[in-house]
């Protein structure tokens, strides 16, 4: 017993026996049964799931139907329709990642995490669960978007690669945005509050060229609106899907994914050992 | 029995734990000062304290999930800092709230935590399957978790803690009836008698006397960070008796001359509490004894210990059965 006598954790720690019971399975399994399990829960909240494949949709037909006629975007697009879309996608996955606040919030709520971490889960596979989960969620409310879109008269004039990139820009945007959303969710003290704090996702696309032409903005907001993560991200996939010349801004669109998720992720991991402590 | 045994089970399934000491918040309140246990291979323990005498930051230490500030603990013979992850891998822990998921099914629910622990496909569903049986949750596995009684959503707990470890493995169960009808306390002991009848070591926190002493070989009462006592519940129970005969008195004067032997004093009413074994002989003699002329009581009641009667008993120095004091010292406590 000599061995084990009172000693600060941290100064001579015993040393791990060689021989250990069973190796454990890897993050990447851990990610894939989080995912599988974030979208089985999520495809049970009908509720839920109908407002957020609904909503996107009804927002387009709001903005094209109530006040495009009012909104003058230039000579450069056919009908507002046109130039509406891609700031209704983003709109969308603004909404679709921030159902992950809730979700991650709910988990927090109860015993779950203690349950996984006891299965020796890590909290990353567990906010990536949540987050591939979203993603998915998400890319199937950006179909239905597209397909109404063609409906009412939107005519997308994408090369192949413009295709592949405008795929890559939404992609990244929706990943980010559920980062930062699974973050939000380890702040809030409950799923009520980290519904309300993601709301400054949902606004963002607003001051931003999605809606209506930043020159017509004051000059404050006009400067804002050219410079926040948003209006890259939508000047892409605009100029992209209508086949117009878009010089470095996906790159810089997906710079601009790049660098909120690494913040995303690098927040929400010391979030979790704060809350887990 | 076909239960997959994991390779490594045979390290000695022994609790130990040194010193451990654990504070929180600003400004900071000791919630465990130095507490040692050595629970042995095999056998059930019972940590048996009030709310807030840190019986669960106890548990989550040595379950890996907190760290203790200072001290040293093994479970199953790995470092809980050190070897966090083997430790986490021999252990099963069910906490005070049921850790599962309510929107998924019984049966998804175990499914999910072994390919957590890394089992295929297969044999998750069959692990699954087999521990749903054994918990007596075949015919709910495909109902949601959100439809299962108290007593049930317990069970699918101690199964999901299960799922992964070595048998016969380390059980921590914190609080596991706490808020449960008198039958899902019933079943739920069941399922604790049968993990320790396979060999399984268990240390459990209870709130009940009554619990520990059906479930437990050996008994720490934990008291504000501290190991109180700690001995069989057949040890502690005689420290205080393990029962109460309420006697209400007649006379002021009786009272006082019987106050010397009492555990429980009620000057208002008139009552003392006396320790007994409960049994009717002693019961018997003990009337006999006290009031031979069958004039100073005027009614009286027998009840068991209460866990306020041990620990009133053995953490203050309020009266103990063999030490008399007088009524006026410790008529409030």
Same mark, same amino acid.
């Given at each position: 017993m000599s061995d084990t006598a009172v000693r600060h954790r941290g100064t001579d720690r015993l040393p791990e026996r060689a021989h250990t019971p069973g190796r454990g399975p890897g993050p990447f399994t851990h990610t894939a049964v989080m995912a599988a399990r974030a979208l089985r829960i999520s495809s049970r909240n009908i509720d839920a799931l109908i407002t957020s494949l609904a909503l996107p949709i009804m927002m387009m037909l709001i903005f094209v139907y109530f006040f495009g006629g009012a909104i003058d975007t230039g000579t450069d697009y056919d009908s507002y329709v046109m130039y509406v879309v891609p700031g209704v996608l983003l709109l969308s996955a603004g909404f679709g990642a921030a159902t992950t606040a809730t979700a991650v919030s709910e988990d927090m709520k109860g015993g779950i995490i203690d349950r996984f971490r006891s299965l020796d889960v890590g909290g990353t596979p567990v906010l990536a669960g949540h987050v591939a989960a979203s993603t998915v969620r998400n890319l199937c409310s950006t179909a239905l978007v597209f397909g109404v879109a063609l409906l009412i008269g939107f005519r997308p004039a994408a090369s192949w690669s413009g295709w592949l990139v405008v795929g890559a820009v939404l992609v990244a945007y929706i990943v980010a945005l559920s980062w930062i959303s699974a973050a939000i969710g380890l702040l809030a003290r409950t799923p009520e509050a980290a519904s309300g704090f993601t709301f400054f996702m949902s606004f963002l696309p607003y001051p931003s060229s999605a809606f209506v032409p930043t020159e017509n903005m004051p000059d404050w907001l006009h400067g804002f609106a050219d410079h926040q993560p948003i209006t890259p991200a939508i000047e892409s996939l605009r100029g992209l899907l209508l086949g117009q010349g878009v010089g470095n801004t996906p790159w810089i669109a997906l710079a601009w994914a790049a660098g909120m998720l690494a913040v995303a992720v690098g927040a929400s991991g010391t979030l979790f050992r704060i809350r887990t402590r | 029995m076909t239960d997959p045994i994991r390779p490594?089970?045979?390290?000695? $399934?022994t609790i130990e734990a040194y010193g451990l000491t654990k504070s929180y918040g600003k400004p900071a309140?000791?919630?465990?000062d130095g507490i040692d246990l050595r629970i042995e291979r095999g056998t059930v323990f019972a940590l048996l304290g009030?709310?807030?005498?840190?019986k669960t930051t106890t548990v989550r230490i040595l379950a890996t999930l907190t760290e203790a500030d200072s001290g040293t603990a093994r479970v199953a013979g790995y470092d809980?800092? $050190?070897g966090r992850s083997a430790v986490r891998r021999s252990i099963s822990l069910t906490g005070q709230?049921? $850790?599962?998921?309510?929107?998924?099914t019984g049966e998804e629910n175990l499914r999910m935590m072994a390919r957590l622990t890394g089992q295929p496909r297969a044999a998750a569903r069959r692990r699954a399957a087999e521990l749903l049986e054994r918990f007596d949750l075949t015919a709910a596995a495909r109902r949601p978790v959100r439809t299962y009684s108290g007593g049930m959503r317990r069970r699918l707990d101690l199964a999901a803690g299960l799922v992964g470890s070595p048998e016969p493995g380390v059980f921590f169960l914190d609080e596991p009836t706490t808020g449960l009808d008198p039958r899902s306390r019933q079943e739920l002991w069941e399922a604790v008698r049968e993990l320790a009848a396979r060999g399984a070591t268990v240390l459990l926190t209870t709130q009940y006397l009554e619990e520990a002493d059906r479930l437990a070989g050996r008994i720490a009462l934990l008291n504000r960070g501290r190991i109180a006592a700690e001995g069989t519940a057949a040890d502690l129970k005689s420290r205080v008796g393990g029962h109460r005969l309420d006697l209400v008195l007649t006379s002021q004067e009786a009272y006082m001359k019987l106050?010397?032997? $009492?555990v429980h004093h009620s000057p208002e009413t008139l009552t003392l509490g006396i320790p007994t074994d409960g049994s009717a002989a002693q019961v018997r003699a003990l009337l006999d004894e006290i009031d031979p002329a069958g004039r100073e009581i005027e009614r009286f009641g027998l009840h068991s210990v209460t866990l306020d009667d041990v620990f009133l008993a053995l953490t203050s120095n309020t009266p103990t059965p063999n030490a008399p004091t007088t009524p006026e010292a410790s008529a409030h406590v």
């Open positions: - | 490594g089970g045979d390290s000695a $399934a309140v000791r919630v465990l009030p709310n807030g005498a840190g809980v800092v $050190a709230f049921a $850790a599962v998921d309510e929107t998924q106050a010397g032997r $009492a």
